[in-house]
Structures are given as C-alpha cells and as structure tokens.
C-alpha cells in the first residue's frame, strides 16, 4: 500500500524554522514529483512548493519564496520542507502529495485550483499541523 507520512509539525513563535518530513513507504519516492499544499482554517487547500524527481527543479508560491526550502532525499525515501521566518499566516496543516506522471508545472496549475484533492494525484499524506503564535 502506497502511503505518504507527514512529520515535523508544532508551535513555533514568528521567525521561527520548522523542518517538515514527508516519509514514503508501499513506493520508490524517486519515480515520483513532489508537491506540498497547506489548509489554513476556514480555507481551501493550496499550493506551496514542488520538487521535480531527481531534485535538480524546485517552484515555490510567491507567499513563501525565499523563505521555505524543498528538498527530497531518494536514498531515504523521504522529501522535506525547511520552513524559516514563519508568520502567522504559514498557520495551516501541511500536506505532501506524489504523482507518477505530473511534473512541476502540472502541479503548479493545482496550486491555483480549489480542492487540488480532488484531481487524482496518487498519493496524498494526512497531514501534519504547523501553528505559528507567540
């Protein structure tokens, strides 16, 4: 069974780093691309960041450009998120998602759809929950 699962979640303070950790198992996370979305309260899903499969291509929504980092290791199965300078707005449970046949610039037309869920992407984590307050 193909299975996604999210960790590094938490309370941080604004300016603050959180290092967020998207675990593969049931798949080789190398054939696939990477995204991940966040769900603040009261909103809808949307895009954050993406990472193409072996690494070498990244976008990232303007909202978090230049202060969150994606990175996949493929050795470890796992893909990360490197969140610095936090803000209250970052609130929101962070997702990671993998498709087999959508690139970067197929994702980032998710990013802009409301429920990006909906689509088909084949795997999907369950999220894990980021709050940034003093």
């Known amino acids: 069974q193909r299975q996604l699962v999210e960790s590094g979640g938490g309370l941080v303070e604004p300016g603050g780093s959180l290092r967020l950790s998207c675990a593969a198992s049931?798949?080789?996370?190398?054939?696939?691309?990477i995204s991940w979305f966040r769900q603040a309260p009261g909103k809808e899903r949307e895009g954050v960041s993406c990472i193409g499969k072996s690494g070498g291509s990244a976008v990232y929504v303007s909202a978090v450009k230049g202060r969150f980092t994606i990175s996949r290791d493929n050795a470890k199965n796992t893909a990360y998120l490197q969140m610095d300078g936090l803000k209250p707005e970052d609130t929101a449970i962070y997702y990671c998602?993998?498709?087999?046949?959508?690139?970067?610039?197929?994702?980032?037309?998710?990013?802009?759809?409301?429920?990006?869920?909906?689509?088909?992407?084949?795997?999907w984590g369950k999220g894990t929950l980021v709050t940034v307050s003093s």
């Open positions: 049931g798949f080789n996370l190398d054939t696939m691309t």
């Open positions: 998602a993998a498709d087999l046949i959508l690139n970067c610039a197929a994702f980032e037309l998710l990013f802009r759809r409301p429920n990006p869920e909906s689509y088909g992407v084949d795997v």
